[in-house]
């Protein structure tokens, strides 16, 4: 792996991250965009290096969380952040292809799913000739139709799908989710400054839900108007945000 070291996440978390596997402040967004109170069974959908799961726990260590990832030095890096932070009782890393997940994890039953997926469509764009990086990318392992079809399965009736994307792939998000009876429920617009336009957005749908609301929330800004994070913004990062600048 290359340029392994550790970033702290706050709580006393810590993560193993390299130059192909690291986190954003979208990773950071769909987490605290995603979470709830109480017992609940969480999904998290092609994980990375394990950030939303760690993210997770920190604020709710009640969680039962299971992380998903389809290429091995991720999942590798995950377990190592999970075994680091002795959290093995909280958080099952998976390596599996989340298209295929029959037998790996229990269909139905899932409170919460989580997606953090590709922002380029499969063949747009200039590919990343490094394998890792294109996969994170690009929709070169699974389409957003594989991941809401997943996501479907895996989530009890009412269970939450909650995913962030690109604002120009919206239309094609909530089409695929509906395609799977996931009824997208709640929007949030996220953008850097108040003059820029949205660069991220973060939806809800409900498994089972029916049609006819949409609930949009007001637009998470990333910046204050002295340009540092915006107060919104350091509440959410916690402690992380020590050190921190925005970007």
Not at 48 to 64: D, K
Not at 140 to 147: F, G, K, M, N
Not at 175 to 204: G, N
């Amino acid at each position: 792996m290359n340029h392994l070291h550790q970033e702290p996440l706050g709580g006393g978390l810590q993560i193993y991250v390299t130059d192909s596997y690291h986190f954003s402040t979208d990773t950071i967004l769909l987490a605290n965009f995603s979470l709830q109170k109480g017992h609940k069974k969480y999904a998290d959908l092609g994980t990375g290096c394990g950030t939303i799961p760690l993210l997770w726990h920190r604020e709710n260590t009640q969680l039962e969380i299971h992380a998903v990832e389809i290429q091995e030095d991720a999942c590798a890096l995950a377990q190592r952040s999970v075994e680091e932070n002795q959290l093995g009782d909280a958080i099952t890393v998976h390596h599996a292809d989340l298209r295929d997940l029959r037998g790996v994890l229990p269909f139905g039953c899932f409170d919460v799913v989580a997606c953090n997926p590709p922002y380029k469509l499969g063949g747009s764009g200039i590919q990343n000739p490094e394998s890792r990086k294109l996969i994170a990318r690009h929709e070169t392992e699974c389409t957003l139709e594989d991941i809401c079809e997943t996501a479907s399965k895996l989530l009890q009736f009412g269970g939450r799908f909650c995913v962030c994307q690109r604002p120009e792939r919206l239309a094609d998000v909530m089409e695929a989710m509906r395609q799977f009876s996931i009824e997208p429920k709640t929007l949030r617009l996220v953008q850097q400054r108040t003059t820029k336009a949205p660069k991220l957005f973060l939806l809800e749908g409900r498994k089972g839900g029916s049609r006819g609301f949409l609930n949009v929330l007001p637009t998470l800004l990333i910046e204050g108007e002295d340009g540092g994070f915006s107060q919104e913004m350091m509440d959410i990062y916690g402690d992380y945000k020590n050190g921190r600048n925005a970007t």
